[in-house]
């Protein structure tokens, strides 16, 4: 009972945050798949003044997946808690965290609701939409790398989600940090997103 609890006062509050921000999708005739925040994240590279590569990501994503595979429409509406930032190296993911860089204290959640899906015949090719990141909001179109829809074992629902990639120039949500010193200013994204179908009765 608890955990059912839990559960439901999450997918309220992810529900409300999502509303909150007009990110409801409008698809008519479209399956609703709630996104699960194992199989949901996103993670970023950005280069290292010329040498390595930096590698992170955010976790505990919520919000929902609509789609509508006939009508070759969907939607994606996901909320990003900025402090669940993780490189695996503490001292990195605070100065991350900063004002240098994402200023998770000020701005703790970030979003990004889809605006149009665009397909290769039965294929999910690529998501358009907006990214609000520091409260400020730019387009970005995510290329589709796969994506498939099956009968879950684990779950006993259909679940559907797959993988996308964009590269961002980070100065447009005013992240300019050592871009002076040589560090690049793009950065790699790569979406992970899965959900399962929600009952008509949930």
């Known amino acids: 009972m608890a955990l059912k609890l839990f559960k439901l006062v999450n ?11 007009g990110m409801l999708s409008t698809v008519s005739h479209a399956a ?3 996104l699960d925040p194992h199989h949901t994240a996103v993670r970023f590279f950005v280069d290292h003044f010329g040498t390595t590569t930096n590698a992170g990501g955010f976790y ?36 991350l965290k900063s004002d240098d860089f994402f200023n998770v204290e000020k701005y703790p959640t970030a979003y990004f609701k889809s605006t149009d899906w665009v397909f290769d015949g039965n294929e999910v090719k690529a998501v358009k939409g907006d990214l609000t990141l520091l409260d400020q909001t ?4 995510l ?9 879950s074992p684990l779950l006993e629902a259909e679940a559907c ?8 120039d980070r ?31 949930q």
């Not at 997918?11 to 921000?21: C, D, E, G, N």
Request: one cysteine or more; aromatic letters at 8%.
């Open 171 to 201: 100065t447009k949500w005013g992240i300019d940090t050592y871009t002076d010193g040589g560090m690049m200013k793009d950065i790699k994204l790569v979406v992970q997103v899965e959900g399962s179908k929600k009952s008509d009765l």
């Open 143 to 151: 290329t589709a790398t796969k994506f498939n829809c099956y009968d």
């Open 11 to 21: 997918r309220t509050m992810a529900v409300a945050a999502i509303s909150a921000l």
């Open 32 to 34: 609703t798949y709630e």
């Open 60 to 95: 505990n994503l919520s919000g929902n997946l609509e789609y509508a595979p006939e009508a070759q429409e969907g939607f994606i509406g996901l909320t990003i808690p900025m402090g669940s930032l993780s490189t695996g190296i503490k001292a990195f993911d605070g100065h």
């Open 161 to 168: 989600g797959g993988d996308f990639e964009t590269t961002i």
């Open 138 to 141: 730019h387009p970005v179109t």
